[in-house]
């Protein structure tokens, strides 16, 4: 079945450093994958997502790599700022179809100033 | 705001108790979604719905029971609850028709199931 692993241990940073957030992912091809910010005691929030085709998108201070070839995403958020911490969830959809995601556990970032 | 509403926000509830949650969505989306979220776990998909027609059922014990009466609207009914049902509960729209669309979410309800 489809698995999702993200870093289960926070991720702590110092304000301006580049965060680097790893989502991996096995026994299938996704065509696309979504990222979402999670704050506590709140719902998921969208930010990006990026196509099998795509290596790379930016959003602002946002990036996100895909290799296929790793079975792999990477999300950059670079000069972080305290604001930035929160719960970031990678997303896939699900090889059994119909308009699913399958979501990781999240990796939380902790940014200190 | 997402423009997905939940209500409640918190529900304390015993066993034996009947209660439901609410969701709304003011998107025009028609499809919509359960989650359930517990600490430390991914989020567990429970329910969807596509144009008020359930297509997704993840397995969910009888005692979760859902109702979407439109596309703007869905209900989780609970009863019989256990412990190990308290949770936090998310609600989810999106446009059906492209799969690649992103998911919008309520702020979820807490659940305490005594």
């Known amino acids: 079945s489809q698995k999702i692993e993200q870093n289960s241990e926070a991720l702590n940073i110092q304000e301006g450093k580049t965060a680097t957030l790893t989502c991996n992912y096995t026994n299938y091809s996704p065509a696309y994958l979504q990222w979402y910010r999670q704050d506590p005691g709140r719902g998921p929030v969208f930010l990006l997502l990026i196509r099998e085709n795509e290596k790379e998108k930016r959003k602002e201070r946002l990036k996100v790599t895909f290799d296929t070839t790793l079975k792999q995403s990477l999300f950059h958020i670079t000069a972080s700022q305290p604001a930035d911490s929160a719960t970031y969830l990678c997303a896939p959809p699900s090889h059994t179809g119909f308009q699913k995601l399958v979501f990781g556990t999240g990796t939380r970032l902790l940014v200190s100033p | 705001e997402t423009g997905v509403t939940q209500t409640p926000r918190h529900l304390v509830m015993g066993m034996t108790n009947k209660k439901s949650l609410k969701c709304e969505q003011h998107?025009?989306?028609?499809?919509m979604y359960w989650y359930k979220q517990s600490a430390k776990k991914p989020l567990e998909l429970m329910f969807v719905y596509s144009l008020e027609e359930r297509v997704e059922n993840n397995s969910v014990p009888s005692r979760f029971s859902p109702e979407c009466p439109n596309s703007s609207h869905l209900f989780l009914h609970l009863h019989t609850l256990q412990p190990e049902d308290s949770a936090l509960y998310l609600c989810?729209?999106?446009?059906?028709?492209?799969?690649?669309?992103?998911?919008?979410f309520g702020p979820g309800t807490r659940l305490t199931v005594l």
């Open positions: 998107l025009g989306h028609n499809a």
């Open positions: 989810a729209s999106k446009k059906a028709h492209n799969n690649h669309n992103e998911q919008f």
